[in-house]
């Protein structure tokens, strides 16, 4: 009786138990049924979520070019090598997808990856013995390119696989890497960002967004018949246009390398600007760096725009430009140069040539870069205060505003009267390059300060569209049209005249206009300045070319150049002005100013030779004096260059094509503008490097010439690599031009 009540209440028990359990669960059926929700999740979303496939759509980072369309930085698509050592992935399957034989694939692949084989071996042994599914092989299996993926892949090495991913490339180099700067890959996305340069200054418009497609599937990851496709377009990141010209700046790059490896400075910079519109259109630096290759960068900074220094004697631009604006300059006007002493200073302001050169006039003293006339200019005929405003009109208080980052401005000391001298001539007071460049495009530009830029546009990648267009702008006039043209008539005097110091400046076809600087380097141990040595200086010039209306300026400086016996230390930089100056106004087409002017001889017509025999037309350019080269095998003319009505001067080369193949001519001592003439008759493509006269050239004399054709010629001033009769003619007619053009500027 007793086991009987027992059993009933346990019964009752367990009924009520079931009856409670099957009311909550019945609940939450309807519940679930009614709501269609799961802890905040809808079932329909979470259903349509597990039958739904979705994949990234990579896009790839704007690219970076140069005015002309060439590109200086892309994504490249390269490839990182992983091994499958997990067995059970090959189960059930005819082929082995893991590495089955680590030997083998240790043996063929270390060449590839430049690898030792026993390190491939023992990360694919570690990678089987602690149960990975797959291993990489670090940086050496990593941004592999498509060659080495395809060597590879035809080596049939059971488990090896590749992983597709974009690498920030660089085409160029080093190729204005401060401008260009550099992207990597940077947080836990990975992301390709901008580090420097304009890679940084423009990261947001680089930048792309990735796309995604999702589609229906079913349990084997076939697709639906209506999938119900989403596709999310990728989007790549906008196109950078600069104002750099790939040729002018590899002129510059070359010509620096080459500075470089002779005098191995502490420092170079050098730009290249358009002085209408503040275009930059080359800029480097020394010590620079390969952005592909970026594991040992000695100098993180742009200092075209971050370096302020001394600028030495290429502030006196300035110092002239504001006396001859406030009309208180008188070139003619007589002072006593050496030493230059005021009550308010403790120790005279002396010349570079300490005993001065007697009593000479502005004129003079500003082509002799005489630190007296600058100061004697501020203190007593401009006064301090209009000078100090002179500066701060020419923007020397502050930052030009150029589109790159990291840009810093110099200061203007001058607190004493010592250092409202000192500033005359380019002491105490610092500036960066690219100061002074922005102010001297108020002399080169009639009086108008163009704001400098290196961003041309922002192109839309796909239809190539310009969305955005950097205009120029003129951010000041510190000086009106003729005082600019009295400063550029000043300053071609101290490149032509015999008591300049810019002569090593001169340009074969072009007039310059410029100054020299030869700024002391402040001692980082203490108080003054470096003066153990010849080359403890910092040597710049700034130019610009053709002098009447200059359509280039450029500033290049060279810190301590190693210089050997009696060299100075304008050698390296006027290299580098001649080099890349010369070269580009020639590639730009800009007419050589110099030409009209040759000797005292009158231009000589080209007449019709078309038609006449080879003898007769050489006979009669001969008798005028001219060179005629025959091309072609032919026996009558069938075109010349120059053509029929245009003028050539005495020694000039004609070229006289005929019929038949044209052969390679000789160019030893040929100039510039022959060599032109004949790739332009002949379609040929032209490179040249230097300038003065041909030395070397890239096809040989005598080879057959076709259309299109890769020319590459380099030239060298008369002297350095041996004078020809004909480089000495023609440098003793350039001499005798020189003079001419002295005697009608003092005539005039």
Same mark, same amino acid.
């Given at each position: 009786?007793?086991?009987?009540?027992?059993?009933?209440?346990? %019964?009752?028990?367990?009924?009520?138990?079931?009856?409670?359990?099957?009311?909550?669960?019945?609940?939450?059926?309807?519940?679930?049924? %009614?709501?269609?929700?799961?802890?905040?999740?809808?079932?329909?979303?979470?259903?349509?979520?597990?039958?739904?496939?979705?994949?990234?759509?990579?896009?790839?980072?704007?690219?970076?070019?140069?005015?002309?369309?060439?590109?200086?930085?892309?994504?490249?698509?390269?490839?990182?090598?992983?091994?499958?050592?997990?067995?059970?992935?090959?189960?059930?399957?005819?082929?082995?997808?893991?590495?089955?034989?680590?030997?083998?694939?240790?043996?063929?692949?270390?060449?590839?990856?430049?690898?030792?084989?026993?390190?491939?071996?023992?990360?694919?042994?570690? +990678?089987?013995?602690?149960?990975?599914?797959?291993?990489?092989?670090?940086?050496?299996?990593?941004?592999?390119?498509?060659?080495?993926?395809?060597?590879i892949k035809s080596l049939h090495l059971p488990?090896?696989?590749?992983?597709?991913?974009?690498?920030?490339?660089?085409?160029?180099?080093?190729?204005?890497?401060?401008?260009?700067?550099?992207?990597?890959?940077?947080?836990?996305?990975?992301?390709?960002?901008? =580090?420097?340069?304009?890679?940084?200054?423009?990261?947001?418009?680089?930048?792309?967004?990735?796309?995604?497609?999702?589609?229906?599937?079913?349990?084997?990851?076939?697709?639906?018949?209506?999938?119900?496709?989403?596709?999310?377009?990728?989007?790549?990141?906008?196109?950078?246009?600069?104002?750099?010209?790939?040729?002018?700046?590899?002129?510059?790059?070359?010509?620096?390398?080459?500075?470089?490896?002779?005098?191995?400075?502490?420092?170079?910079?050098?730009?290249?600007?358009?002085?209408?519109?503040?275009?930059?259109?080359? /800029?480097?630096?020394?010590?620079?760096?390969?952005?592909?290759?970026?594991?040992?960068?000695?100098?993180?900074?742009?200092?075209?725009?971050?370096?302020?220094?001394?600028?030495?004697?290429?502030?006196?631009?300035?110092?002239?430009?504001?006396?001859?604006?406030?009309? =208180?300059?008188?070139?003619?006007?007589?002072?006593?140069?050496? %030493?230059?002493?005021?009550?308010?200073?403790?120790?005279?302001?002396?010349?570079?040539?300490?005993?001065g050169w007697g009593e000479i006039t502005y004129?003079?003293?500003?082509?002799?870069?005489?630190? =007296?006339?600058?100061?004697? $200019?501020?203190?007593?005929?401009?006064?301090?205060?209009?000078?100090?405003?002179?500066?701060?009109?020419?923007?020397?208080?502050?930052?030009?505003?150029?589109? $790159?980052?990291?840009?810093?401005?110099?200061?203007?000391?001058?607190?004493?009267?010592?250092?409202?001298?000192?500033? /005359?001539?380019?002491?105490?007071?610092?500036?960066?390059?690219?100061?002074?460049?922005?102010?001297?495009?108020?002399?080169?530009?009639?009086?108008?300060?163009?704001?400098?830029?290196?961003?041309?546009?922002?192109?839309?990648?796909?239809?190539?569209?310009?969305?955005?267009?950097?205009?120029?702008?003129?951010?000041?006039?510190?000086?009106?049209?003729?005082?600019?043209?009295?400063?550029?008539?000043?300053?071609?005097? =101290?490149?032509?005249?015999?008591? @300049?110091?810019?002569?090593?400046?001169?340009?074969?076809?072009? %007039?310059?206009? @410029?100054?020299?600087?030869?700024?002391?380097?402040?001692?980082?141990?203490?108080?003054?300045?470096?003066?153990?040595?010849?080359?403890?200086?910092?040597?710049?010039?700034? @130019?610009?070319?053709?002098? &009447?209306?200059?359509?280039?300026?450029?500033?290049?400086?060279?810190?301590?150049?190693?210089?050997?016996?009696?060299? $100075? @230390?304008?050698?390296?930089?006027?290299?580098?002005?001649?080099?890349?100056?010369?070269?580009?106004?020639?590639?730009?087409?800009?007419?050589?100013?110099?030409?009209?002017?040759?000797?005292?001889?009158?231009?000589?017509?080209?007449?019709?030779?078309?038609?006449?025999?080879?003898?007769?037309?050489?006979?009669?350019?001969?008798?005028?004096?001219?060179?005629?080269?025959?091309?072609?095998?032919?026996?009558?003319?069938?075109?010349?260059?120059?053509?029929?009505?245009?003028?050539?001067?005495?020694?000039?080369?004609?070229?006289?094509?005929?019929? +038949?193949?044209?052969?390679?001519?000789?160019?030893?001592?040929?100039? $510039?503008?022959?060599?032109?003439?004949?790739?332009?008759?002949?379609?040929?493509?032209?490179?040249?490097?230097?300038?003065?006269?041909?030395?070397?050239?890239?096809?040989?004399?005598?080879s057959i010439v076709r259309k299109n054709d890769?020319?590459?010629?380099?030239?060298?001033?008369?002297?350095?690599?041996?004078?020809?009769?004909?480089?000495?003619?023609?440098?003793?007619?350039?001499?005798?031009? &020189?003079?001419?053009?002295?005697?009608?500027?003092?005539?005039?």
């Amino acid at each position: 009786m007793k086991k009987s009540k027992t059993t009933h209440r346990m %019964s009752k028990v367990m009924m009520v138990f079931f009856t409670l359990l099957f009311v909550v669960l019945f609940g939450r059926f309807f519940y679930i049924q %009614s709501t269609g929700e799961i802890k905040g999740v809808t079932l329909e979303d979470w259903a349509e979520k597990k039958r739904t496939s979705s994949y990234s759509i990579d896009a790839n980072r704007g690219k970076i070019v140069d005015r002309n369309g060439m590109t200086l930085a892309y994504d490249r698509p390269t490839y990182s090598i992983f091994a499958i050592v997990e067995e059970e992935y090959s189960k059930g399957l005819d082929e082995p997808k893991h590495v089955v034989d680590t030997s083998k694939t240790a043996e063929k692949l270390a060449p590839i990856l430049n690898m030792d084989q026993s390190r491939i071996s023992s990360i694919i042994q570690q +990678g089987k013995e602690k149960d990975r599914f797959q291993v990489e092989f670090g940086s050496n299996g990593r941004y592999l390119s498509q060659e080495k993926r395809d060597k590879i892949k035809s080596l049939h090495l059971p488990g090896i696989n590749f992983r597709a991913e974009a690498k920030r490339y660089y085409p160029n180099g080093m190729f204005a890497s401060h401008v260009v700067g550099f992207a990597q890959r940077k947080g836990e996305d990975g992301k390709i960002t901008g =580090v420097l340069g304009i890679e940084n200054q423009m990261d947001k418009k680089l930048t792309e967004k990735n796309g995604s497609i999702s589609f229906q599937r079913d349990k084997y990851n076939q697709k639906l018949l209506n999938p119900e496709e989403v596709i999310q377009e990728p989007k790549d990141g906008d196109t950078i246009q600069l104002t750099l010209d790939q040729k002018i700046q590899t002129f510059l790059e070359d010509a620096m390398t080459h500075v470089q490896k002779q005098y191995e400075p502490k420092k170079m910079m050098a730009v290249v600007m358009d002085p209408k519109t503040g275009e930059v259109l080359a /800029s480097s630096n020394r010590p620079s760096f390969d952005p592909n290759n970026r594991s040992n960068i000695k100098n993180w900074y742009n200092d075209v725009l971050a370096y302020p220094f001394e600028p030495g004697s290429t502030m006196k631009i300035f110092t002239v430009a504001a006396a001859m604006d406030a009309g =208180v300059y008188d070139g003619k006007e007589t002072y006593d140069s050496g %030493s230059y002493k005021i009550e308010e200073i403790t120790r005279p302001i002396r010349d570079h040539y300490r005993p001065g050169w007697g009593e000479i006039t502005y004129n003079e003293g500003i082509q002799r870069s005489s630190n =007296v006339a600058a100061a004697k $200019l501020v203190w007593e005929k401009l006064g301090t205060d209009k000078f100090l405003s002179y500066l701060k009109d020419f923007g020397f208080d502050q930052k030009t505003g150029i589109d $790159l980052p990291g840009e810093t401005a110099g200061n203007i000391l001058y607190n004493w009267p010592i250092e409202k001298l000192t500033t /005359s001539y380019g002491q105490g007071t610092t500036v960066t390059p690219m100061q002074l460049m922005k102010a001297a495009t108020a002399v080169a530009n009639d009086g108008k300060m163009m704001k400098p830029y290196v961003i041309s546009k922002v192109l839309d990648p796909n239809s190539n569209e310009t969305i955005q267009k950097t205009k120029p702008e003129v951010v000041g006039e510190p000086i009106d049209a003729s005082t600019a043209k009295s400063v550029r008539n000043l300053l071609g005097k =101290v490149v032509t005249s015999e008591n @300049g110091t810019g002569k090593n400046y001169k340009l074969s076809d072009f %007039s310059v206009a @410029g100054k020299t600087g030869t700024a002391q380097i402040p001692d980082p141990d203490g108080p003054g300045y470096l003066s153990g040595s010849p080359e403890d200086y910092m040597f710049s010039f700034l @130019g610009m070319a053709p002098k &009447e209306d200059p359509e280039l300026m450029m500033y290049v400086a060279v810190k301590q150049p190693k210089l050997k016996g009696n060299e $100075l @230390g304008s050698e390296p930089v006027s290299y580098i002005f001649k080099t890349v100056m010369e070269n580009s106004l020639h590639y730009l087409n800009i007419q050589p100013d110099k030409q009209n002017k040759k000797m005292d001889v009158q231009p000589k017509t080209i007449e019709d030779l078309t038609g006449k025999s080879v003898k007769q037309a050489k006979s009669q350019l001969q008798k005028n004096g001219l060179k005629p080269v025959v091309l072609g095998e032919g026996s009558t003319i069938q075109k010349t260059l120059p053509a029929q009505g245009k003028q050539v001067f005495q020694n000039e080369r004609v070229l006289l094509l005929t019929k +038949g193949d044209v052969k390679m001519p000789n160019m030893n001592s040929w100039s $510039l503008r022959d060599v032109l003439k004949f790739s332009n008759l002949m379609d040929m493509k032209l490179d040249y490097m230097g300038s003065g006269f041909v030395y070397k050239q890239s096809i040989q004399p005598g080879s057959i010439v076709r259309k299109n054709d890769y020319l590459t010629v380099e030239l060298s001033p008369p002297g350095e690599r041996g004078e020809t009769p004909e480089t000495n003619s023609q440098e003793n007619e350039r001499s005798m031009q &020189e003079q001419n053009e002295e005697k009608e500027e003092e005539e005039a």
